[in-house]
């Protein structure tokens, strides 16, 4: 028999002790493979729907809730700006691009947006079927709302006020599918893309007027006291990085936001949960290293008289302190995969749950730093075996045996 074959019957042999020890290695690996995934997961989404947004310009309140409202569309808007102060910063040189929102509808949980066509150039939008709207009431849904509620070119449906809930419906206007974007694998596979005049026309009683898009030519506004919830800003220069903010913030009654300082403060509050538990998974691993470590010692003063039988057999040092090598091997192996594979089934779950669609956790992703995970398993097993293994390297056959 070889190393492999005499450890596994070993461990056989001390099912509970070795069931234990790959129980606190899965555990400890299954705890950081889900912080590692999530993490990255988290961060590549944050970035994909805030692509090219340099500043979200809104109503006086709080910066967080802001760019969560406008870019990830995960939290309620601060309030409305008026039409006319949002086209006064449009129109500013240090402004290369502003993007304008209008919210405050949903349809069965999506977020109904109402913008113009600059929208469509910002995320780079293309179809899978269909046109974008040219006039009021015509949609343009993402892959994600049109999946979940199967709706098709042509399709009608009535919003709901509100940005949740379907208590109070528009029954006045019936948006009509126009166009399916296709799958983008960010924020705009989850919305319902319209004209602002749209949403104003769902919550007015006035004379409609039909608004005309011509492609790749921003949406007119229209005349008279109108209110939209943010604009979405692009800089024209570096140097607007400093003074336009600044300007928002001190002149108007307005306030910017900028997304990659309140995305990196959102994952500082995040990551206090998140070191916790990286610490409480590397103490988890540092117990199951000690376990593996008692495990293999006090196995190994149980099979003394093994072992020098072995020798006797013709057995060498170095085979002895193989076998027990390959025991905290195997036992932190064995334990790191199933851990890898916890941790994987755990994150799906944790996504089929999550309330939102917007930053959904996907357990089938991948990530190469997984295999660090595997080493560090691997490294705690050959720690752990390392003094047993030498202990049995050591071992003096007379002496043993005159014991026995």
Do not use: C
């Not at 008692?294 to 076998?323: F, Q, V």
């Amino acid at each position: 028999m070889n190393a492999l074959q005499i450890s596994v019957k070993d461990l056989q042999a001390n099912k509970l002790s070795a069931l234990l020890n790959v129980m606190l290695v899965a555990f400890g690996i299954g705890i950081l493979t889900v912080l590692l995934l999530a993490g990255k997961q988290l961060n590549e989404k944050l970035e994909s729907n805030a692509k090219d947004i340099d500043l979200v310009v809104g109503a006086k309140g709080s910066p967080l809730q802001l760019v969560l409202s406008s870019i990830y569309y995960i939290d309620f808007p601060t309030g409305n700006i008026p039409l006319k102060d949002a086209r006064q910063l449009a129109a500013n040189p240090l402004v290369k691009k502003a993007v304008p929102l209008a919210l405050g509808d949903n349809y069965e949980g999506f977020r109904i947006a109402g913008t113009d066509t600059s929208f469509i150039s910002l995320y780079g939008l293309t179809l899978q079927a269909g046109r974008f709207w040219k006039n009021k009431f015509e949609v343009t849904v993402g892959a994600g709302v049109a999946a979940r509620q199967h709706l098709k070119l042509g399709s009608r449906f009535y919003g709901a006020h509100g940005l949740t809930g379907n208590s109070d419906i528009h029954k006045t206007h019936a948006y009509t599918v126009t166009g399916i974007i296709k799958p983008q694998h960010n924020v705009v596979d989850n919305l319902v893309l319209t004209g602002i005049s749209s949403v104003w026309g769902m919550h007015e009683h006035e004379e409609e007027h039909q608004d005309h898009v011509r492609p790749g030519q921003p949406e007119p506004f229209e005349n008279g006291e109108k209110e939209i919830t943010s604009l979405l800003i692009q800089y024209r220069s570096p140097m607007s990085v400093v003074l336009f903010p600044r300007m928002v913030n001190q002149s108007t009654h307005m306030q910017a936001a900028s997304p990659a300082m309140e995305s990196a403060r959102l994952f500082s509050l995040i990551g206090i949960g998140a070191d916790t538990l990286q610490w409480f998974a590397a103490l988890i691993m540092v117990i199951s290293g000690i376990s593996v470590f008692i495990s293999l010692y006090n196995s190994l003063k149980e099979r003394r008289y093994d072992l020098a039988i072995m020798r006797t057999m013709g057995a060498s040092r170095l085979s002895l302190m193989g076998i027990v090598m390959t025991e905290g091997i195997m036992l932190t192996l064995v334990g790191s995969v199933i851990g890898l594979f916890v941790g994987h089934a755990a994150l799906q779950l944790i996504g089929h749950f999550q309330a939102s669609d917007q930053a959904r956790l996907d357990g089938w992703a991948f990530d190469s730093a997984e295999a660090y995970l595997l080493l560090t398993g691997l490294a705690i097993g050959l720690l752990a075996a390392f003094i047993p293994a030498v202990q049995a390297y050591r071992t003096d056959i007379a002496k043993t045996l005159n014991q026995s």
